[in-house]
């Protein structure tokens, strides 16, 4: 193993980190009526478990653990459909 893929964890891990942090910023953000809370708490739940799946994986006892947990990472897909532009127009219309 090269030094590139030894960071490559940490690495990751900081950067799930890092993106979990801004999904609460962002939830922090929007705006407080009741169409904007419930597309924040989606983006919440979404935003922080791709990086809870991922620091299990790291935990892992097996092959197959790992793949699993990687495979619950799957919110990233919803995060993608919350996250579209045309979402947020929905929030400022009247």
Same mark, same amino acid.
């Given at each position: 193993m090269n030094m590139k893929d030894q /960071?490559?964890? #940490? #690495? $990751? /891990?900081?950067?799930? /980190?890092?993106?979990?942090?801004? *999904?609460?910023?962002?939830y922090v953000s929007l705006p407080k009526s009741g169409e904007a809370q419930v597309l924040g708490r989606q983006l919440i739940k979404s935003g922080t478990s791709v990086?809870?799946?991922?620091?299990?994986?790291?935990?892992?006892?097996? #092959?197959?653990?790992?793949?699993? /947990?990687?495979?619950?990472a799957q919110a990233m897909n919803r995060l993608?459909? *919350? $996250?579209?532009p045309s979402a947020f127009i929905l929030l400022e219309s009247p």
């Open positions: /960071k490559r964890p #940490d #690495d $990751l /891990k900081a950067r799930t /980190k890092a993106f979990a942090l801004r *999904i609460i910023r962002l990086g809870t799946h991922y620091h299990e994986s790291l935990r892992a006892c097996s #092959d197959a653990e790992v793949i699993s /947990k990687l495979e619950g993608r459909f *919350i $996250l579209h």
